[in-house]
């Protein structure tokens, strides 16, 4: 049990770090690599064991939550720049609207129920669900991960892709939501 009190204590304590005004403060070196393994390494240990239900690998199910984080993105950047009017997070990530995160969450719901019609290893309900929770806290990944690089002072977290804020950018919403998304499958469903 102590285990995934570490595991999902960790998401809870940058969630507050994101609403609080104050910067991410580490002491030493010691707890800056404590950050990493569990912001990168745990969570890439839950994006493996994803696919891997019922004694099966099943490729498609990690395949459909990238489908939703792409949806949820793209449309999130769509709406928001054409009616995106209210600001997110302004001293975070200044052009992230309420309405694009809005209408993220409804396209990325509305893909939630197609893959439910093409895989049919969880409920239409259960897709529902597993589309609100990649919209929801692939935003706060998303925002987190900005909050990072406006502390560290940088804009882009690297340049293996140059215009796309770097390779994390990529990576950032997956990240954050692989734990729940792996907990909702296998503990709740």
Not at 153 to 159: A, E, L, Q, R, V
Not at 178 to 185: C, E, G
Request: aromatic share 16%; proline share 3%; hydrophobic share 50%.
């Amino acid at each position: 049990m102590v285990f995934w009190e570490l595991i999902l204590s960790h998401p809870f304590f940058l969630s507050y770090q994101l609403i609080s005004k104050k910067e991410i403060s580490y002491l030493d070196d010691r707890s800056k690599m404590g950050l990493t393994i569990r912001y990168i390494v745990f969570s890439f240990c839950f994006l493996i064991l994803i696919p891997f239900q019922e004694n099966q690998y099943k490729p498609e199910i990690i395949l459909s939550i990238l489908i939703l984080i792409w949806t949820n993105d793209s449309f999130a950047f769509i709406v928001g720049k054409n009616l995106g009017k209210r600001k997110l997070f302004v001293s975070i990530s200044p052009k992230k609207t309420i309405e694009g995160f809005f209408g993220g969450l409804i396209f990325s719901i509305a893909t939630g129920s197609l893959i439910s019609i093409y895989v049919s290893d969880y409920k239409f309900i259960d897709w529902i669900v597993i589309a609100v929770i990649v919209s929801v806290l692939g935003t706060i990944g998303d925002l987190i991960e900005s909050k990072f690089k406006r502390q560290a002072n940088i804009k882009d977290s690297g340049t293996i892709m140059p215009g796309h804020g770097g390779i994390l950018d990529r990576f950032d919403s997956l990240l954050f939501v692989a734990p729940f998304v792996y907990l909702y499958i296998n503990f709740i469903i």
